[in-house]
Every structure is written in C-alpha cells, then in structure tokens.
C-alpha cells in the first residue's frame, strides 16, 4: 500500500464520500452539488469548510490520482457522479474505513467517540472492539492512525488519522504499533456524556437533511 498524504480539502471530499456510501447509500454515488453540500455541512464536521466547487473539483482529481476515488457516468444519466475506493487504494477493512472516515471528518477523537460516531456506519459490539480495530489501523505495515498522548486537561489520548501528515507537530505521538499503556479506561459517566453528544449530532444531521 502507498503511502498517502492528503491535504485538508481532500480529507474533506474523502470523508465526505465514505460517510454518505455508509450512511445514505440510496443516495449515493454523489453528484458534484451534492458532494460539495456534504463537505460543507455543519453537522458532524470539525472543522466546518466552506469550499467552492473548484476546490471539490480539484480535491476528486487528486483522490482519484492516488486511487481512493473514482468520478463516473452511469448510462441514461446526464450528471457526472463521485463514488469512493478507499477499502481498495487503502486495504482496509469495512469497519476501519468508517473509524477513518469520521476521523477525517472530525479530526482527534477518543476510541470512546470514535465507536459512538460510528454507530450510524457499522455496528461495534464493544469500546473494545472498537479499540481492536483502531489498533490494527495503527499496527498496519504502513499505518493510517495513531494514538496520541494524552495532553494535560483531557481524561483519555485521543486517536488521529495519518493520511494528512501531523496536523499538531507540538504534540508527542506514542508509537503506532503501541498504543499507550497508561491511557485510562472510559468511565460510565464519560461514554454516557459522549453517547448524549452522539445523539445529538444524529439529530441535527437528520434535520439538516429533512431541510
């Protein structure tokens, strides 16, 4: 597998594509308005971009280049449709590809969030499993995130996606292949706050659609 190094706007369309593949499948391969509603959304989004249809454009082009997307025309329709190939340009797994996704979607995020965001991907059995995944991410022969060390004022480290380079290089990154042996186990109170803040994200979500 190739190493890949994503810009920020291609992260974007990456993720973008991934999430509405899982989530919304009856409404997928994307055409390009819809795409670039999908980047510039502001549920679920951390950062939330406002990009121009010229940067989406741009940023399919380099996706495809490195194999991770493909840009299509299916045979009586006049728009050109954008689809994602992330499991075969990245060889990931189904469920690795949702924990990518909503890292390049939501940048750093505890394993904790990662499962509850996930939900509305794939179905997770346990925190555990979640962290089994991420771990294979990490442990790849060329890995696609990282745990990093927990920083002063956070309860858990938090994991990030390495498609686009170290976004806070002030910042220790543990070893890939092992994760941190000191991370704390999530407390009840914590998965709850996080599973409440998951809610209502699917919530704006649904009435961003509805809308």
Same mark, same amino acid.
């Given at each position: 597998?190739?190493?890949?190094?994503?810009?920020?706007?291609?992260?974007?369309?990456?993720?973008?594509?991934?999430?509405?593949?899982?989530?919304?499948?009856?409404?997928?391969?994307?055409?390009?308005?819809?795409?670039?509603?999908?980047?510039?959304?502001?549920?679920?989004?951390?950062?939330?971009?406002?990009?121009?249809?010229?940067?989406?454009? /741009?940023?399919?082009? #380099? !996706?495809? =280049?490195?194999?991770? &997307?493909?840009?299509?025309?299916? *045979?009586?329709?006049? +728009?050109?449709?954008?689809?994602?190939?992330?499991?075969?340009?990245?060889?990931?797994?189904?469920?690795?590809?949702?924990?990518?996704?909503?890292?390049?979607?939501?940048?750093?995020?505890?394993?904790?969030?990662?499962?509850?965001?996930? /939900?509305?991907?794939? #179905? !997770?059995? =346990?925190?555990?499993? &979640?962290?089994?995944?991420?771990? *294979?991410?990490?442990? +790849?022969?060329?890995?696609?995130?990282?745990?990093?060390?927990?920083?002063?004022?956070?309860?858990?480290?938090?994991?990030?996606?390495?498609?686009?380079?170290?976004?806070?290089?002030?910042?220790?990154?543990?070893?890939?292949?092992?994760?941190?042996?000191?991370?704390?186990?999530? =407390?009840?109170?914590?998965?709850?706050?996080?599973?409440?803040?998951?809610?209502?994200?699917?919530?704006?979500?649904?009435?961003?659609?509805?809308?």
């Amino acid at each position: 597998m190739p190493f890949v190094e994503l810009t920020q706007i291609e992260a974007r369309v990456l993720g973008a594509l991934i999430e509405k593949h899982m989530t919304t499948p009856d409404h997928y391969p994307l055409t390009t308005s819809s795409l670039i509603s999908a980047c510039n959304q502001t549920s679920n989004r951390d950062p939330v971009l406002t990009l121009s249809e010229g940067e989406v454009i /741009e940023g399919m082009d #380099s !996706l495809r =280049s490195q194999g991770l &997307a493909r840009t299509v025309k299916r *045979s009586g329709e006049r +728009a050109l449709k954008h689809l994602e190939i992330a499991d075969e340009g990245l060889d990931i797994s189904r469920e690795q590809k949702a924990l990518l996704a909503v890292l390049l979607l939501r940048g750093p995020q505890t394993s904790g969030e990662l499962r509850l965001r996930t /939900e509305r991907y794939v #179905s !997770l059995d =346990s925190l555990e499993d &979640a962290e089994r995944i991420l771990e *294979s991410m990490a442990s +790849a022969d060329i890995p696609v995130a990282v745990l990093l060390d927990r920083v002063p004022g956070q309860k858990e480290p938090r994991w990030m996606h390495l498609l686009g380079g170290d976004p806070m290089p002030d910042r220790d990154v543990s070893d890939p292949a092992e994760p941190s042996p000191s991370a704390p186990v999530p =407390s009840r109170l914590d998965l709850l706050e996080a599973q409440v803040v998951a809610l209502q994200e699917r919530v704006s979500d649904l009435e961003s659609r509805l809308e």
